[in-house]
Nanobody
Framework: QVQLTESGGGLVQTGGSLRLSCANS????????RAWFRRAPGKGREFVAG????????YYRASVKGRFTVSRDNARNTVYLQMNDLKPEDTARYYC??????????????????WGQGTQVTVSS
């Protein structure tokens, strides 16, 4: 089974960096695509970045491309989100999710069958 746990959130100033981690805290291995979503206050959850399990292909929403990098460590079954040049509009709770279906990385929330509890990222201006 899978239980995702996110870590690495915090408070940073504009232009700062954070690295989020998403680990399967049960230690079991999966071969699922993983994605990062975020939810800002008063808004819906939106796709941020995703990575394919088979080929490591990566996908980003336009507003974070060039600033965020998603990567994975298969041996540790952990996915990372390196966030640079953070902006106040990046403030949100960030969630990691897994898709158990064999298909390209999806941007839709409904495609993901398991989720972590999230980690808060706050960027001050």
């Amino acid at each position: 089974q899978v239980q995702l746990t996110e870590s690495g959130g915090g408070l940073v100033q504009t232009g700062g960096s954070l690295r989020l981690s998403c680990a399967n805290s049960l230690g079991t291995s999966t071969s699922d695509n993983r994605a990062w979503f975020r939810r800002a206050p008063g808004k819906g959850r939106e796709f941020v970045a995703g990575i394919g399990w088979k080929d490591g292909s990566t996908y980003y929403r336009a507003s974070v491309k060039g600033r965020f990098t998603v990567s994975r460590d298969n041996a540790r079954n952990t996915v990372y989100l390196q966030m640079n040049d953070l902006k106040p509009e990046d403030t949100a709770r960030y969630y990691c999710a897994g898709d158990t279906n064999d298909r390209p990385v999806a941007r839709e929330e409904a495609a993901y069958s398991y989720w972590g509890q999230g980690t808060q990222v706050t960027v001050s201006s």
